[in-house]
């Protein structure tokens, strides 16, 4: 299976997946490509130090979002994938490529959805959210990518305890820890193996 990532910032996710692919925990399948629309993401980095392409696609380099969106899809077409996974990705994606690799692109949510997500739910602030509700229980979901915004239908979901105390820098690395590098490198695998 041809696996692109696409990122925008530290790329724990894309880590997790590429010591998967290492240890074994993820088969047949390759990362052909990384894809940020931030030249300067960490996620790049790590990247080129495991051989693995490295391309960014930046708004600000083209007049305008309709150039900016075809040079993404040309972008993603090039390297001919099977599976595209937002690990992080914090743009839009066109309706058009979510209409070309319909059911082919996944997407990591730091929320047991359909709490706490949607629009501006993203990053940390999904976890202040959540502690200003009081849940005792997050997590992450991996999910199919549709046109709305964290509405595909969910393929793994992983409980994480909110514990007293926690901060949303605390609770961010624990659902990061135990949830998300757990379900989304098992979801590729799944995916690869044709499980689901
Ligand atoms: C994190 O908030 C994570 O929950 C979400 O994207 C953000 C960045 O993750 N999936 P990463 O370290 O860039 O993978």
Redesign the pocket.
């Known amino acids: 299976l041809r696996v692109g990532v696409l990122?925008s910032?530290?790329?724990?996710?894309?880590q997790a997946i590429i010591d998967a692919v290492k240890s074994g925990d993820i088969t047949n399948a390759s990362i052909e490509v990384v894809i940020s629309n931030k030249k300067d993401a960490y996620?790049l980095t790590r990247a080129k130090e495991n051989g693995i392409a490295a391309e960014s696609v930046c708004i600000k380099d083209f007049e305008s979002r309709e150039k900016f969106n075809d040079a993404l899809i040309e972008k993603i077409d090039s390297y001919n994938l099977d599976l595209i996974v937002l690990?992080?990705f914090l743009v839009v994606l066109p309706p058009e490529l979510i209409a070309k690799y319909r059911n082919r692109i996944i997407n990591?949510?730091?929320s047991l959805i359909p709490s706490f997500c949607g629009n501006g739910f993203?990053?940390l602030h999904v976890h202040e959210k959540a502690l200003e509700r009081g849940v005792k229980v997050t997590g992450a979901t991996v999910h199919f990518v549709d046109e709305g915004t964290d509405t595909g239908p969910i393929i793994y979901q992983k409980a994480v305890e909110v514990l007293p105390g926690d901060t949303p820098e605390i609770l961010?690395k624990r659902?990061?820890e135990q949830a998300?590098w757990k379900i989304l490198p098992k979801a590729i695998n799944d995916i690869a193996n044709g499980i689901i």
């Open positions: 990122v910032g530290g790329g724990t996710n894309l996620a690990a992080g990591i949510h730091p993203y990053g961010q659902v990061m998300e």
